[in-house]
């Protein structure tokens, strides 16, 4: 099965490209993918069902010096009414309070902006 390398998504035999990110797709016995980037080593601070929303958030922390990924798991081959999707965001174990302090940041300045509107 080819494997995006950014997204670490699977994808059936034949295709070449993500269609997320548009990465060249490798083949499953070539992917290595990272220790860190195991469940065990990296917890959810921050879910929407808004890929924009979890990217920015993403850059917010990252500009922070808080590495952090997006998991998405919208199924854009599945057309449906309503949002049935999740995406994650999630930082290494040992940035959980930093992260959370850091989310709790933004969303109070974006609640102060919203009351002098």
């Known amino acids: 099965m080819p494997i995006c390398p950014d997204c670490n998504y699977e994808y ?12 060249v797709l490798v083949n499953e016995d070539l992917f ?3 220790e ?6 990296w917890e959810v601070v921050f879910t929407s069902t808004y890929e924009y929303e ?7 922390l990252e500009g922070a010096g808080i590495p952090a990924a997006v998991l998405s798991q919208a199924d ?7 949002d049935l999707s999740v995406v994650k965001l999630m930082v290494h174990k040992s940035d959980v309070r930093a992260a959370l302090n850091f989310i ?4 109070n ?3 102060e902006q919203d009351q002098d509107q």
């Open 76 to 82: 854009r081959n599945f057309p449906a009414l309503g």
């Open 109 to 111: 300045n974006i609640n």
């Open 32 to 34: 290595v993918k990272p």
């Open 104 to 107: 709790q940041q933004i969303k």
């Open 36 to 41: 860190e980037w195991t469940e065990k080593n």
């Open 54 to 60: 979890a990217d920015m958030m993403k850059n917010n």
């Open 12 to 23: 059936i035999e034949g295709m070449t490209i993500c269609p997320d990110c548009g990465s």
